[in-house]
């Protein structure tokens, strides 16, 4: 049977489905529970499904660590989804796509939440913006709409500040009120 440190391999650092935030993955129980638990399901494809079944046998003692890094490298690169090598001593070496902010519209990610800021040109200015009903719309009013040339990631929030605040009593996050159907 196969020792569980035995399972390690060289960081690969791979985008989570939270813009600009990324994951560490380091073991074949890593890439497994990146595979299982939080790829998209859109993306679930010939790539994932082969990086699965490599990822399940190296698990059981009966495939290759390698070949299961290699395997979920490939799937998150056929998936459009950013995996890049840790830190070699050299700097990070690219072994998918790398977005360089801002980037064109056509690379950003179309879900309605976390917001997106992006670059109108027609304003010559950043607006925070989603994905919704097959456009961007602005995240203020999202009755208009938007015609972006650029995007980029929201800034991380300021240090100290807790990951999800609470909303004062009787208002809800927008996320809650886009769940009840409210659009303003």
Not at 15 to 29: H, I, N, P, Q, Y
Not at 41 to 47: D, S
Not at 60 to 82: H, L, N, P, S, Y
Not at 143 to 152: A, E, F, K, M, Q
Request: glycine share 10%; hydrophobic share 45%.
């Amino acid at each position: 049977m196969t020792v569980l440190a035995a399972l390690t391999f060289s960081v690969i650092v791979v985008a989570t489905d939270d813009v600009g935030r990324l994951r560490a993955v380091g073991s074949v129980r890593e890439a497994a529970q990146m595979l299982v638990t939080d790829w998209p399901a859109e993306k679930r494809g010939n790539a994932y499904r082969n990086a699965c079944e490599v990822t399940y046998q190296a698990l059981g003692g009966k495939g290759d660590v390698e070949g299961a890094r290699q395997a979920f490298i490939f799937a998150a690169t056929a998936a459009g989804i950013f995996v890049r090598e840790g830190d070699d001593g050299d700097g990070h070496r690219a072994v998918g796509w790398l977005i360089d902010f801002p980037a064109p519209i056509a690379s950003a990610p179309k879900r309605n939440e976390p917001p997106l800021l992006l670059w109108i040109p027609a304003l010559s200015s950043w607006e925070s913006g989603c994905w919704l009903e097959g456009s961007w719309r602005s995240w203020q009013n999202l009755d208009v709409t938007l015609t972006p040339s650029h995007w980029r990631p929201p800034p991380a929030p300021p240090a100290g500040t807790p990951a999800s605040a609470a909303a004062p009593q009787g208002l809800r996050p927008r996320g809650e009120w886009a769940a009840v159907g409210y659009r303003g």
